[in-house]
């Protein structure tokens, strides 16, 4: 895997090689002090992996990201910066990590693993920070041009429409910018189950169940007059998590 580092702090940029040395598997091709030079480089060639600090002259870690976004989009982005004033950015970007310098042999690890799940299970990744580390209960809605931070314990299900996904709370819609696949996958350990190929229902917001017809139900919210159906074959499986009915 051919990695760069891009940070104006020569020092810190050596400290960070030096860690990344002990992986086999990653080779530092390239290490930047002078973010323009290493943008330039960049856009003439292929690397899997960028080690990026924000808060640089001239121009910003964060410009360079959203850049290679969309010119190579394959690129996986981890943040190594100073400042923790950048993660919601870093949510937008997907980026691969976020990590607070100093950076620590363990918190590379982290990164390094969130590669390893890439490679063999090609898995969404959750971006994370550290205080040493973020692990925020937060996904990002967007409303109109905002992109607004919620808290699963606010969210009432995530709903596959037309064009996307929409991510409803007790009093708005927000959109989604990920595939339905993607909420399941980083929620479910958060009481958040699959009722239906469209919906991803949080079960800690429901009330009641109602029988339908073909053994299908209908299931009720507290707080909400919404209802979202269960399919005949997730019925079972929703009967063996609450183990009542």
């Known amino acids: 895997m051919r990695a760069v580092i891009i940070d104006d702090e020569k020092?810190?940029?050596?400290?960070?090689y030096s860690l990344i040395e002990d992986y086999a598997a990653i080779t530092v091709v390239n290490i930047f002090t002078d973010p323009c030079?290493?943008?330039?480089?960049?856009?003439?060639?292929?690397?899997?992996?960028?080690?990026?600090?924000?808060?640089?002259?001239?121009?910003?870690?964060?410009?360079?990201?959203?850049?290679?976004?969309?010119?190579?989009p394959e690129i996986k982005i981890c943040f190594v910066t100073a400042f923790d004033d950048f993660a919601i950015k870093a949510f937008e970007i997907n980026a691969l990590d976020y990590i607070l310098k100093?950076?620590?042999?363990?918190?590379?690890?982290?990164?390094?693993?969130?590669?390893?799940?890439?490679?063999?299970?090609?898995?969404?990744?959750?971006?994370v920070s550290d205080s040493s580390t973020y692990d925020l209960d937060i996904i990002c809605g967007y409303d109109n041009e905002n992109i607004v931070l919620l808290n699963y314990s606010?969210?009432?299900?995530?709903?596959?429409?037309?064009?996307?996904?929409?991510?409803?709370?007790?009093?708005?819609?927000?959109?989604g910018n990920k595939a339905l696949n993607f909420y399941e996958d980083k929620l479910k350990k958060k009481a958040f189950f699959r009722t239906h190929k469209c919906y991803l229902v949080n079960l800690s917001k429901v009330d009641k169940f109602r029988p339908r017809i073909n053994y299908t139900y209908d299931m009720f919210f507290r707080e909400s007059k919404e209802i979202v159906p269960v399919s005949r074959n997730k019925v079972r499986e929703l009967k063996a998590v609450f183990n009542t009915f």
């Not at 690397?47 to 850049?67: C, K, Q, R, T, V």
């Not at 996307?164 to 708005?172: S, V």
Request: hydrophobic share 40%; glycine share 6%.
């Open 37 to 72: 030079e290493g943008l330039r480089w960049l856009i003439k060639e292929s690397i899997d992996l960028l080690f990026l600090d924000i808060d640089m002259p001239n121009i910003s870690g964060i410009y360079i990201a959203e850049l290679l976004a969309e010119l190579q």
């Open 102 to 127: 100093p950076c620590t042999k363990e918190r590379l690890n982290s990164c390094i693993g969130k590669l390893a799940g890439i490679a063999n299970k090609k898995k969404e990744l959750e971006v």
């Open 11 to 16: 020092n810190a940029a050596m400290q960070l």
């Open 154 to 175: 606010d969210i009432f299900y995530i709903e596959t429409v037309q064009g996307g996904t929409e991510i409803h709370c007790k009093d708005k819609t927000y959109k």
